[in-house]
């Protein structure tokens, strides 16, 4: 069965140093992976996809992941944090069928310091 | 543009009434999805429908039901067998052609008893 773990529930950083949120999962196939935005009572956005065609992954507001399988990982990344960074962030990988169903790690919210 | 339409964003509930909340869709997406999200849980599975006229249960089906009669809508009732319904809910859709697709979402409806 596939799952992710997001290692911490809570970051934060202050406006202009480096953001790392950790996500690792656990597949026994080649998985796809997603990172997803979510500001206050508001859906979910797509930050960046994982579907093996490249391990580094460059996605939307300069945010991007490294898809290591050695160590099971997918964290996002970004050099240098903005206040409207600020939001909760969520890990999903794609369930192994045709149902196109996701699973979500527990979240991560990004607190950002002025 | 295209996107996913979810009404009414606050909606209240009194005791033994049964809710609808509405989803509707025109991005011409095969694959529907209800997820209900509580502080700290990430998003939890309700139902998903592949294709008109047919659902399947998700995760957490007990004290809801859905319907889906057009391609473009997909809505989800609360009912009175719904124990604990206080908490936000998202609507998702995606093209259906199977594994790896991301979803879209829509700005959810935070649902509250009186």
């Known amino acids: 069965a596939q799952s992710v773990t997001q290692l911490d529930s809570h970051?934060?950083?202050?406006?202009?140093?480096?953001?790392?949120?950790?996500?690792?999962?656990?597949?026994?196939?080649?998985p796809s992976l997603f990172w997803y935005v979510q500001h206050p009572n508001k859906g979910l956005q797509l930050l960046l996809k994982y579907?093996?065609?490249?391990?580094?992954?460059?996605?939307?507001?300069?945010?991007?992941?490294?898809?290591?399988?050695?160590?099971?990982?997918f964290h996002l990344t970004k050099p240098s944090a903005h206040m409207s960074d600020a939001a909760e962030y969520f890990c999903v990988v794609s369930v192994r069928s045709n149902t196109g169903k996701l699973i979500f790690g527990q979240g991560t919210t990004l607190q950002v310091k002025p | 543009d295209g996107g996913i339409t979810q009404s009414p964003k606050y909606l209240f509930r009194k005791e033994g009434q049964n809710v609808t909340l509405s989803c509707?869709?025109?991005?011409?997406?095969d694959a529907m999805?209800?997820?209900?999200?509580?502080?700290?849980?990430?998003?939890?599975?309700?139902?998903?429908?592949?294709?008109?006229?047919?659902?399947?249960?998700?995760?957490?089906?007990?004290?809801?039901?859905?319907?889906?009669e057009k391609k473009e809508s997909f809505p989800l009732t609360v009912t009175s067998a719904q124990k604990n319904p206080t908490a936000f809910y998202l609507c998702a859709s995606?093209?259906?052609?199977?594994?790896?697709?991301?979803?879209?979402?829509?700005?959810?409806?935070r649902l509250s008893i009186l």
């Not at chain 2, 995606?94 to 409806?109: C, E, L, R, Y």
Request: aromatic share 12%; with cysteine.
């Open chain 1, 11 to 30: 970051v934060s950083v202050s406006e202009g140093t480096p953001v790392l949120l950790r996500c690792n999962y656990s597949s026994s196939y080649s």
């Open chain 1, 51 to 73: 579907t093996s065609a490249a391990t580094l992954v460059k996605g939307i507001n300069g945010f991007e992941a490294e898809f290591k399988k050695s160590e099971t990982s």
């Open chain 2, 24 to 29: 509707e869709q025109n991005l011409n997406h």
């Open chain 2, 33 to 68: 999805y209800w997820y209900r999200q509580d502080p700290g849980q990430g998003l939890r599975l309700i139902y998903y429908s592949q294709i008109v006229n047919d659902f399947q249960k998700g995760d957490i089906a007990e004290g809801y039901s859905v319907s889906r």
């Open chain 2, 94 to 109: 995606n093209p259906g052609q199977g594994m790896g697709q991301p979803q879209h979402f829509g700005d959810g409806t």
